[in-house]
């Protein structure tokens, strides 16, 4: 692993004002998000590192301002941050460290400005979510939101944002990624009186909100949440196709995102309703497992089916 100072050198990152909010992108996704953190210093080329982290520091931070506080709390603070960084979009200069290296980044990858204005349109789903009736009011939210997180996060790989093929894959990563998500974060998302699985799912099973929501460990239950992960599952297997679209320096990141997903969802279908009473988390030398994997020069991802290699 290079040093920082060296993957902003790599990165072109000459000024000092410059340097330190890169320094602040660092720290706010070592604290964030760790093992992304330590994934993208790992695994993505030096002169890369600064811009994947801007992107997923600016995306996270953004996220973070639609979960905390009273709706109205949230409401206030998100139209806020989205008028400043519209103005800042504009202007291409900004107050907030983590903007400013996310405006420099923006540049410097060329990404298109159209993916962070859905993405910023998308997020105030969020703001007062009035949860999904059916399957296609889930797939309008990944549609509207989560693609276009990853396009502001994964798109960075590529100068302008990548092509077709490669828009169409992270399309397919959003899906499994968002159900993934749904599932994991559960029983959180139901104390903090959110729930993201779509209704329509909820009546097939005849489970009702009640059963998650008091965690009852019940055969509707277990098999409601079987047939989500193997639904999240199959979704991911077709999403290996990131690794056809993405430059071949960057596969090794996107092979362990996509392992990292697999195993959170094997974990999900491990515990089966417990998973209402109690979020699944990433074990640390589980990850790093991982990370030793996907540094190897070429694997496919371990929740493949047949071991068939991806990319």
């Given amino acids: 692993m290079r040093t920082w100072r060296r993957s902003l050198e ?6 000092g004002a410059l340097r330190d909010d890169y ?3 660092a720290r706010f996704m070592r604290r964030r998000e760790p093992a992304g953190y ?8 030096a002169a890369h590192q600064p811009h ?3 992107g997923y520091a600016f995306a996270s931070y953004t996220d973070d301002l639609c979960d905390r506080g009273t709706v109205a709390e949230r409401v206030r603070r998100y139209d806020a941050w989205s008028a400043q960084v519209r103005t800042a979009l504009g202007s291409g200069s900004a107050g907030h460290p983590l903007l400013r290296a996310f405006l420099h980044t923006a540049a410097a990858r060329e990404l298109p400005h159209r993916w962070v204005e859905s993405y910023l349109d998308g997020a105030r789903i969020d703001l007062d979510f ?7 009011d889930y797939q309008r939210y990944v549609e509207q939101l989560t693609w276009p997180f990853l396009m502001i996060t994964s798109g960075l790989a590529h100068e302008g944002g990548g092509s077709a093929g490669f828009a169409a894959a992270c399309r397919l990563f959003a899906d499994a990624a968002q159900r993934t998500d749904i599932l994991t974060d559960l029983s959180e998302d139901l104390r903090g009186g959110r729930l993201y699985l779509p209704v329509s799912d909820l009546d097939r099973y005849g489970v009702t909100r009640e ?3 008091q965690g009852r460990d019940l055969p ?5 949440i079987a047939a989500t992960a193997a639904t999240a599952h199959t979704t991911l297997w077709e999403a290996g196709v990131l690794l056809d679209h993405c430059p071949r ?8 995102v996509l392992d990292l997903h697999h195993q959170r969802l094997r974990t999900v279908t491990s515990r089966g309703a417990s998973i209402t009473r109690r979020p699944v988390r990433d074990r640390p030398l589980a990850c790093l497992r991982l990370l030793t994997r996907s540094a190897s020069p070429r694997t496919a991802p371990t929740g493949a089916p047949g071991g068939t290699p991806v990319g």
């Fill in 10 to 15: 790599a990165a072109g990152v000459s000024q």
């Fill in 23 to 25: 320094g602040k992108v």
């Fill in 38 to 45: 330590l994934a993208v210093r790992l695994l993505v080329p």
């Fill in 52 to 54: 994947a982290l801007a």
């Fill in 130 to 136: 009035p949860g999904f009736a059916t399957e296609a």
């Fill in 211 to 213: 059963d998650l929501e």
């Fill in 220 to 224: 509707e239950v277990r098999a409601l």
């Fill in 249 to 256: 320096e960057h596969r090794r990141l996107i092979r362990f």
